[in-house]
C-alpha cells in the first residue's frame, strides 16, 4: 500500500510531475538501476530516447531531470556568481567527500577548489612542462623498441601509462614506475582505476558498500572482488605520503599536491590526514583514464585516416621545435589543425557522465517548464557534442569543422565542454590539454604507425561507465610502429 501511495504521488503530486517523461522513471528508481547496474551503463541510450519521444526536458527518475537543450548547458553548469551544488547520490561512489570533486556544499566548494586553482594553472602546468616531455619521451622509447622488435605495442595501455605517470609525478613530486614497465602494468595504477569506473554505478545505488568494504579485512575483500585489492593498496600508498607530507618529510623538490593542501593559508580543519588522501586519490582518478581516453580516442582516428594522420604531421613539421628535438608548449596549441585533432577527440572521446547540479534556492525555467528548487538535473556532454545543429554529421571525426567555424567567426568552442563549465569545471584542465596536445603532435612528428587488430567495435561507445566503453572491457587499441623518422627530416 505504501509503495502505491508513494507511486501515485510521485506521477500527479511531485513538483517534477509536471515534466515529461516515462511514467515507469518517474515512479521509481528501479528503471535506472536496471539499465545502469544490471545492463552496465546503457541508460544513456534510454535517456536518449526519452529525448527524442518527450523533448529536451526529460525527468529521467523520480528526482532528477536531464535538459539536451545546449542554450541552456550554462545556467545548469554556472559561474561564479551563481550558487549550484552537487546531488550527493552522484558523488557517493568515490567514498571521498572530502575531495574538492565530491564537495556538495557550494561555500566549502569555493574554498577547496581554491586550494588547487593555482597548483593546476596553465602557468603552473608550463613551469612543470619537464614532466610532461619527460613521460613523453619514454612513451616514445618504448615505441621505438616496439619499432625494432616489430611487436605490436597496446597504445591504449600506453596512453593510461603516460597519464598515471604524469599526474602521480605532478601530484606527489615522483611518478609510479608505469612506463618504466615493459607492459606498462607493474603497480596497478590501470587496473585500480578501471575498477572504480566499472563499479561507478552500482556505489552510487549502494553509496555505503564501499565503505563497507574498506572496513572489512583484505582477504575477505580479495575473495569478494579481488581487483578491489588494488585499489586499497593505491589508498594506503597515498596514505602514507599524505602521512609523510603532515609530518614535514615532503620537503623540496617541485611544488606538489602535498604543498598546496598543507599550506598555513589553508583553514586547519583541512589541513589533515584525511583531506589530503581522498584528494589525492580523487585527482589521480581523474587525471588517468580521462585523458588516456581522450588520447586513445584521437589516435586511433588518426590512424584510421591517413590524410589526417600526414596533414597533422605536415603542421607540426612546420614548427621550429625546441633545441632538444621537442615539440614547443605553449606555441604547439596555436596550430589550427592539431587544435581540430584533439577539440574532435574530446568532442567524441572524452567523459560522457551524467555531472549533476542542484540550484538550491533557485527555480530555473526551461522549455516552458519549471525546475523546482533543490532538483538535481544534468545535461551528459554527449548530446552536446552529438547535436547535429552544432556539429553536422555528429558521429564524423572531422578536425577541418572547427577551422570552417573560426573563419566564419562562429565560437564553436562554447560548445565543448569535455571539462563542464563554471565553477565546477575540471580543474585539472589545462594540464590535460598540455598532454593532449604534446603527446599526439609528438608521435605523429616521430613516427609512422598502422593500426593492427583494433575493429571498430572495440573502439565503439557502447556502454557509460563515467567514461566511454565498448560492449566488452575497456577501449583497446593496437598498433605497429612501421617506421621512426629522424630529427632532421
Not at 120 to 139: A, C, H, T, W
Not at 460 to 485: D, S, Y
Request: proline content about 6%; some cysteine; aromatic content about 10%.
Amino acid at each position: 500500500m505504501y509503495k502505491l501511495t508513494q507511486w501515485i504521488y510521485r506521477l500527479y503530486f511531485h513538483p517534477l510531475s509536471s515534466i515529461p517523461g516515462p511514467k515507469l522513471a518517474a515512479m521509481t528508481s528501479l528503471f535506472e538501476f536496471y539499465h545502469d547496474v544490471i545492463r552496465r551503463g546503457k541508460y544513456i541510450w534510454e535517456i536518449e530516447k526519452m529525448h527524442a519521444q518527450y523533448g529536451p526536458i526529460v525527468r529521467i527518475t523520480p528526482r532528477q531531470v536531464h535538459v539536451a537543450d545546449p542554450e541552456f548547458y550554462e545556467k545548469i553548469y554556472a559561474g561564479a556568481n551563481t550558487r549550484r551544488e552537487k546531488d550527493p547520490e552522484m558523488t557517493a561512489f568515490m567514498a571521498c567527500p572530502t575531495a574538492a570533486l565530491a564537495t556538495i556544499d557550494h561555500d566549502l566548494h569555493r574554498s577547496r577548489r581554491n586550494q588547487l586553482n593555482h597548483f593546476f594553472s596553465k602557468r603552473n602546468v608550463g613551469v612543470l612542462m619537464p614532466i610532461i616531455y619527460e613521460k613523453v619521451d619514454m612513451l616514445c622509447e618504448h615505441l621505438r623498441v616496439s619499432a625494432e622488435e616489430g611487436t605490436v605495442i597496446k597504445l591504449s595501455d600506453a596512453f593510461v601509462a603516460l597519464t598515471g605517470d604524469t599526474i602521480t609525478h605532478y601530484c606527489y613530486g615522483q611518478d609510479w614506475g608505469c612506463l618504466r614497465a615493459k607492459h606498462f602494468t607493474n603497480n596497478g595504477v590501470w587496473d585500480a582505476v578501471a575498477e572504480i569506473t566499472n563499479t561507478c554505478h552500482l556505489f552510487q545505488v549502494f553509496p555505503l558498500v564501499p565503505r563497507l568494504l574498506m572496513a572489512l579485512p583484505r582477504r575477505l575483500v580479495g575473495w569478494v572482488k579481488p581487483k578491489l585489492i588494488t585499489v586499497f593498496d593505491m589508498q594506503d600508498r597515498i596514505a602514507r605520503d599524505s602521512k609523510a607530507c603532515l609530518k614535514g618529510s615532503v620537503v623540496g623538490g617541485p611544488p606538489t599536491i602535498y604543498h598546496s593542501l598543507s599550506n598555513a593559508n589553508v583553514p586547519a580543519e583541512e589541513r589533515s590526514l584525511v583531506r589530503l588522501r581522498e584528494e589525492s586519490f580523487v585527482l589521480l582518478l581523474a587525471g588517468t583514464e580521462t585523458t588516456a581516453g581522450t588520447l586513445t580516442y584521437g589516435m586511433y582516428q588518426v590512424l584510421r585516416n591517413k590524410e589526417i594522420f600526414f596533414k597533422l604531421r605536415k603542421e607540426v613539421q612546420s614548427m621550429a621545435l625546441t633545441s632538444d628535438g621537442r615539440v614547443p608548449w605553449p606555441q604547439v596549441e596555436s596550430l589550427p589543425y592539431l587544435t581540430g585533432v584533439v577539440n574532435e577527440s574530446l568532442r567524441l572521446g572524452s567523459l560522457v557522465m551524467r555531472f549533476s547540479r542542484v540550484a538550491p534556492q533557485e527555480a530555473l525555467y526551461c522549455n516552458g517548464y519549471t525546475i523546482p528548487p533543490g532538483t538535481p538535473m544534468s545535461t551528459s556532454s554527449y548530446f552536446i557534442h552529438h547535436n547535429p545543429v552544432l556539429f553536422p554529421n555528429p558521429k564524423v571525426f572531422d578536425p577541418e569543422r572547427w577551422i570552417t567555424a573560426r573563419q566564419e567567426g562562429v565560437n564553436l568552442s562554447k560548445y565543448l565542454v569535455a571539462f563542464t563549465r563554471g565553477t565546477r569545471a575540471c580543474v585539472g584542465m589545462n594540464l590535460s590539454y598540455a598532454e593532449l596536445y604534446t603527446a599526439l603532435a609528438t608521435i605523429v612528428l616521430r613516427f609512422d604507425l598502422e593500426l593492427y587488430d583494433t575493429p571498430p567495435e572495440s573502439m565503439a561507445f557502447r556502454r557509460e561507465m563515467i567514461v566511454q566503453r565498448p560492449e566488452k572491457g575497456l577501449w583497446t587499441l593496437k598498433a605497429r610502429v612501421t617506421g621512426v623518422k629522424q630529427e632532421t627530416e
